[in-house]
């Protein structure tokens, strides 16, 4: 997403038509702030992550929760008027807008998903809770569509003739066309084509940011559709990213740390489906391992009741008979579930004892973390059918990934997420 954040903040200075429709700029400025843009790009790549595996309908419940918040945890971004509303209102409803917000926030969908048709449908997603229009979702899908393109090697020459077959828009214009009479119109239909030739004519990402920001316009939203796309195609620049950062604060970094982690292990992580993305809390666990601050527990519980929320699963490790395997399916067994055959072979699980004396259950994010102690059989099962069993149970709670940078859930803290998972429920 860096690519969409350089270009609303390199961008944010000249909306309006205040620059002067050169590429000769300073890339920074003490102007170069994020905006509106970069708030709902961090904002839907917060949905994205926590929901991508839910309904549609949760999808969408997901993506009005994190586009609220973050709207009211910065509510002077520069959003407009409608939107403005409706990020405030009790029950938010699309109001059938075509403008450009649609496109400038969906970078997260051309990343975080395995094919085109899937890419389209999750920006169309993001699109509806507001901008419902044909043209709104239409500006979403086709910006979308271009950094999955670009993502996957496709030529400028395949995304151009991609795009307009399929969306319609013309893309003959060059910049040098376009620039003498463009002004500051925040429709998709008069910001997406533009963004994507911007694209289409730079000769590196640095160039695409200056290409688009001398058109004018609203820049900071075709600069940051048109950055999303070339930093697909070309990459970004480290230290263009490292300026990046430094303008960001660290609940947004919190973000794209768990959306680095996710772009680059895709949905490969893991062999079974239901470990995707419970890598986001071994990288949860490693921050509070680095730094225990009250800050950094906080987001380990957050990202074990995200993932339990999105039906991820523990690796737990048992202790079974070898009779057992003749007689029990241990994939489906219940975490705390006493299981035994005819001749009365119990079914263990496996434990760990601290310095301390004290006992707890062990449970793993992934096979490379159990594999780095001791051999066990492993099963796998729902996060919060664990946590609800080990609630129940006489050990201390939980100790995750106990060979590697472990992290032991208290029943206290156990308990809390139960709570919180109940209550969101509820809503």
């Not at 310095?355 to 066990?376: Q, R």
Request: net charge negative.
């Amino acid at each position: 997403m860096y690519g969409a954040l350089l270009g609303d903040m390199i961008g944010a200075p000249y909306e309006f038509d205040r620059g002067n429709n050169s590429k000769d700029f300073p890339l920074f400025c003490e102007y170069s702030h994020f905006t509106d843009d970069s708030v709902m790009t961090i904002a839907v790549a917060e949905a994205l992550l926590d929901f991508q595996f839910r309904d549609d309908e949760d999808i969408k419940i997901g993506l009005i929760e994190s586009m609220q918040k973050w709207g009211k945890r910065y509510p002077a971004a520069g959003y407009g008027r409608k939107f403005y509303h409706w990020l405030r209102a009790k029950h938010p409803e699309p109001y059938g807008s075509y403008g450009n917000g649609s496109a400038m926030r969906v970078s997260a969908a051309g990343w975080l998903f395995d094919s085109l048709d899937a890419t389209r449908h999750m920006a169309q997603l993001t699109a509806e809770v507001t901008h419902n229009h044909p043209e709104g979702i239409k500006g979403a899908e086709a910006t979308a569509s271009a950094i999955f393109l670009a993502r996957t090697g496709h030529s400028k020459d395949e995304i151009r003739g991609y795009i307009v077959s399929e969306f319609g828009y013309d893309l003959s214009r060059t910049c040098d066309q376009i620039r003498p009479g463009y002004y500051h119109d925040e429709s998709c239909q008069k910001t997406v084509p533009e963004a994507i030739t911007a694209f289409l004519e730079g000769a590196d990402f640095e160039d695409v940011i200056r290409t688009a920001v001398s058109l004018g316009g609203d820049c900071d939203t075709l600069t940051c559709i048109a950055g999303s796309i070339a930093e697909a195609f070309y990459g970004v620049p480290a230290l263009l990213e490292a300026e990046c950062r430094s303008r960001l604060p660290d609940d947004m970094l919190d973000i794209l740390g768990r959306f680095d982690i996710a772009r680059e292990h895709g949905h490969d992580v893991f062999p079974n489906d239901i470990l995707t993305g419970i890598i986001l809390i071994e990288e949860a666990i490693a921050r509070y391992y680095n730094a225990s601050t009250q800050q950094n527990l906080l987001g380990v519980l957050d990202a074990i009741l995200q993932r339990d929320y999105a039906g991820g699963h523990f690796l737990i490790p048992v202790i079974p008979p070898q009779a057992l395997f003749n007689m029990v399916d241990i994939d489906h067994v219940r975490v705390g579930d006493t299981v035994t055959n005819q001749e009365d072979m119990h079914f263990k699980l496996h434990h760990i004892q601290t310095a301390d004396g004290k006992t707890w259950l062990a449970a793993f994010t992934s096979e490379e973390e159990y594999k780095k102690g001791e051999a066990a059989s492993i099963i796998s099962h729902f996060i919060g059918t664990v946590l609800e069993g080990c609630a129940e149970m006489q050990e201390e709670g939980i100790i995750i990934n106990p060979w590697g940078a472990s992290f032991l859930l208290t029943k206290d803290l156990i308990k809390l997420i139960l709570k919180a998972s109940k209550e969101r429920s509820a809503q």
